[in-house]
C-alpha cells in the first residue's frame, strides 16, 4: 500500500500563491493518476485537480472553481505530485489531500494540509 504525506500549506494573502506537495512512499507511476482534493469546514471533500502518473508527459484535469489558477504536476524520479495554487481566494480556503483511486476507495487518507486563505 503505497502512502501518500501532504505538505506547504499555510497562510496566504487573497491573489497570494501556495504550493503543496504530495510525497509518495512508494513509486506513483504504477499508482494511477493521483487526484488532488479539498474539504471546507462544513462542506464535503471535492475534486480539485488530478494527474497521470504512466510515462509521458501526464494529463491533468481541474475544477471548474480552480481552472486557470491551479497547476498540478509530477515528478516521477522524486514520486512527488504538486499542486501550484496561484490567484488564491478565501473560498480556497480547505485542508487539501492527494490520493490515487485505489485508496480513496479503500477510504484510506493522510492528514492532509491545511490551507488558509485571508480577504
Known amino acids: 500500500q503505497v502512502q501518500f504525506v501532504e505538505s506547504g500549506g499555510g497562510l496566504a494573502q487573497a491573489g497570494g500563491s501556495l504550493r503543496l506537495s504530495c510525497a509518495a512512499s512508494g513509486e506513483i507511476r504504477r499508482t494511477g493518476a493521483i487526484t488532488w482534493y479539498r474539504q471546507a469546514p462544513g462542506k464535503q471533500r471535492e475534486f480539485v485537480a488530478s494527474i497521470t502518473t504512466s510515462s509521458g508527459s501526464g494529463g491533468t484535469q481541474y475544477a471548474d472553481a480552480v481552472k486557470g489558477r491551479f497547476t498540478v504536476s509530477r515528478d516521477n524520479a522524486k514520486n512527488i505530485v504538486y499542486l501550484q495554487m496561484d490567484d488564491l481566494k478565501p473560498e480556497d480556503t480547505a485542508i487539501y489531500y492527494c490520493?490515487?483511486?485505489?485508496?480513496?476507495?479503500?477510504?484510506?487518507w493522510g492528514q492532509g494540509t491545511q490551507v488558509t486563505v485571508s480577504s
Open positions: 490520493n490515487p483511486i485505489g485508496n480513496v476507495l479503500q477510504n484510506i
